[in-house]
């Protein structure tokens, strides 16, 4: 599994329908009115990786495997959510269990759906959300560091450094700021991870626009890209709409030919993807012979250990080499044979860290 992305916003914003066009799947109901979504609906979309289909070209593999991404479509937040508006307490503790938001933001006018709020302003959308999950944050650390601060004055090692963390979180919380904002040590990071908090988690910021402006984004979604750039946070222009359209074309050359039509390279669903793989830190790397060719997902600065136990946990605990290509090496050498007699061809040992697109037979003991 890649990562698990949970696509999150106010009602009616389009966060159904771009679930449903990810996934390809209608399990998500789209209707014009608040809370559709009730139970959190979860698919798992394939990666697109045109290397991967280079690689199972050369090894002549009967079989493509690419690694597969989870999303999630939670209710929609309204104002109050922190305090159980709405569906806030499943929208709370839905949004705690995945790896990233990808925060879905009205760019459109459209007379014919209706918005929450009255009108369309995505900046003042994601200030409420991004304002109710501090709230959220603000009241778990609140309760926790009284127990924790009693805890360190009896000289307890782990509740002294939990509390150091925790205080330095309620005092960005408290300027209504996210956690992730939070000067944290990298001897620190383990513990704040820990701490599960919703404004913790890396967020992509999706602009939901009209078809026209698919390409090129509007206005609004301008504003949101500069606060997104701002952040650090990652944007992304789509149009749910276009990729509901797209997700019912049968062949890829239909797809391509659609989204040449409307000056697109590629769909909303590879955009999320890419922007998802650089707000978790993740790289991609294959295994490859006449049986299948298949990615595998880890995250950057895995080891080749942890890359064999992405594979099966035996391979891990057994652990021997990697036989490492790079894969343009693969490509350049026209295969693992080409790539032994030029050379390329590595033994590495468990402190390999891994580079995205290596090509691994791992060797192990078990």
Same mark, same amino acid.
């Given at each position: 599994m890649g990562f698990n992305c949970g696509i999150v916003g106010m009602p009616n914003v389009g966060k159904s329908t771009l679930f449903n066009a990810l996934s390809s799947?209608? @399990?998500?109901? @789209?209707?014009?009115?608040p809370f559709c979504t009730i139970e959190p609906n979860t698919g798992r979309v394939a990666v697109p990786d045109a290397r991967l289909n280079k690689v199972a070209v050369i090894a002549g593999s009967a079989q493509i495997i690419p690694t597969q991404l989870e999303f999630v479509d939670i209710a929609g937040l309204v104002r109050g959510a922190s305090k159980g508006e709405g569906l806030g307490n499943q929208f709370l503790s839905h949004i705690r269990e995945v790896d990233a938001v990808a925060m879905v933001l009205r760019c459109f006018e459209d007379g014919d759906v209706t918005h929450v709020e009255g009108s369309i302003d995505p900046m003042r959308d994601a200030e409420i959300i991004e304002t109710e999950l501090v709230l959220a944050d603000l009241e778990s650390v609140e309760k926790r560091l009284p127990n924790l601060q009693k805890k360190a004055k009896g000289n $307890?090692? $782990?509740? %002294? *450094?939990? *509390? @150091?963390?925790?205080? %330095?979180?309620q005092a960005v919380l408290a300027e209504g700021k996210p956690a992730r904002l939070t000067d944290i040590s990298v001897e620190e990071r383990p513990m704040f991870r820990q701490l599960q908090l919703l404004t913790a988690k890396p967020v992509m910021y999706v602009c939901n626009v009209e078809e026209s402006s698919a390409a090129t984004g509007n206005a609004l979604s301008e504003k949101v890209a500069a606060k997104a750039k701002a952040e650090g946070a990652a944007c992304v222009v789509v149009s749910a709409k276009i990729e509901a359209e797209v997700a019912m074309l049968e062949s890829p050359e239909e797809k391509q030919e659609f989204l040449n039509d409307l000056g697109l390279k590629e769909t909303g669903l590879a955009r999320v993807i890419h922007s998802g793989y650089g707000l978790l830190d993740l790289v991609t790397f294959f295994t490859v012979g006449p049986k299948e060719a298949r990615a595998w997902t880890v995250h950057k600065g895995a080891t080749a250990p942890n890359a064999a136990g992405a594979i099966h946990t035996d391979f891990e605990k057994g652990f021997i080499r990697a036989e490492t290509i790079a894969y343009d090496d693969f490509i350049a050498c026209n295969g693992e044979q080409g790539a032994k007699e030029a050379g390329k061809l590595r033994l590495e040992g468990k402190e390999y860290i891994v580079k995205d697109g290596d090509i691994f037979h791992f060797r192990f003991n078990v």
């Open positions: 799947t209608q @399990a998500a109901e @789209a209707a014009n009115y $307890d090692k $782990d509740a %002294k *450094a939990q *509390a @150091a963390i925790l205080e %330095k979180v």
